[in-house]
Structures are given as structure tokens and as C-alpha cells.
Nanobody, 122 residues
Framework: QVQLVESGGGLVQAGGSLRLSCAAS????????MGWFRQAPGKEREFVAG????????VYKESVKGRFTISRDNAKNTVYLQMNNLKPEDTGVYYC???????????????WGQGTQVTVSS
């Protein structure tokens, strides 16, 4: 059974940093895109960052550019999201995603984790 398990969320003050990890199991995603979405209270789930299979291409939501960095370790079947200079508006549940059909993750991607809470205080 395929599983994506996020970790690394927590409570942090504005300006602080967190590093999220997403460990996949059940199949290899070494040739597949992976990425991160988030859902703030009362809002729709939104794309945050994506990375293709080889790490040659990364894509970010405009508001996180320069602050967040997505990376992956295909040998570990794991994707990361380094989040620096966090802002209160970054608060939400962060979800890991993987796709087996497309070159990049989308809201309709095939596999999703259960999410990890990130709370940024003022």
C-alpha cells in the first residue's frame, strides 16, 4: 500500500524556520514528481511547491519564493520543504503529494499524505 507520511510541522514564531519531510513507502517515486500543498483555516487547498523527478525543475507559489526551498532524495524516497522567514499567513496544514501520471503535481495528483500542522504566531 502506498503511503506518504509528513513530519516536521509545529508551532513557530514569525521569522522562524521549519523543515518538513515527506517519506513515501509502498512504491518508488524516484521517477515521479512530488510536491507540497497547504490548506489554511477556512480556505481551499493551494499549491506551495513542486519538484520534478530529477530535481532539474522546481516551481513555487509566488508568495513563498525566496523563503521556501523544495528538495528531494530519491534514494530515500523522500521530499523536503525548508521553510524560512515564516509568516502568520503560512499557517495551515501542509500536505505532501506525488503523481504517477503527470510531470508535476497538481490538485488532482494520485497520492496524498495526511498532513502536518504548521502554526506561525505573530
Amino acid at each position: 500500500q502506498v503511503q506518504l507520511v509528513e513530519s516536521g510541522g509545529g508551532l513557530v514564531q514569525a521569522g522562524g524556520s521549519l523543515r518538513l519531510s515527506c517519506a513515501a513507502s509502498g512504491r518508488s517515486f524516484s521517477s515521479k514528481p512530488m510536491g507540497w500543498f497547504r490548506q489554511a483555516p477556512g480556505k481551499e487547498r493551494e499549491f506551495v511547491a513542486g519538484i520534478n523527478w530529477s530535481s532539474s525543475t522546481t516551481v513555487y507559489k509566488e508568495s513563498v519564493k525566496g523563503r521556501f526551498t523544495i528538495s528531494r532524495d530519491n534514494a530515500k524516497n523522500t521530499v523536503y520543504l525548508q521553510m524560512n522567514n515564516l509568516k502568520p499567513e503560512d499557517t495551515g496544514v501542509y500536505y505532501c503529494a506525488a503523481d504517477i501520471r503527470r510531470p508535476m503535481v497538481t490538485s488532482g495528483s494520485d497520492y496524498w499524505g495526511q498532513g502536518t500542522q504548521v502554526t506561525v504566531s505573530s
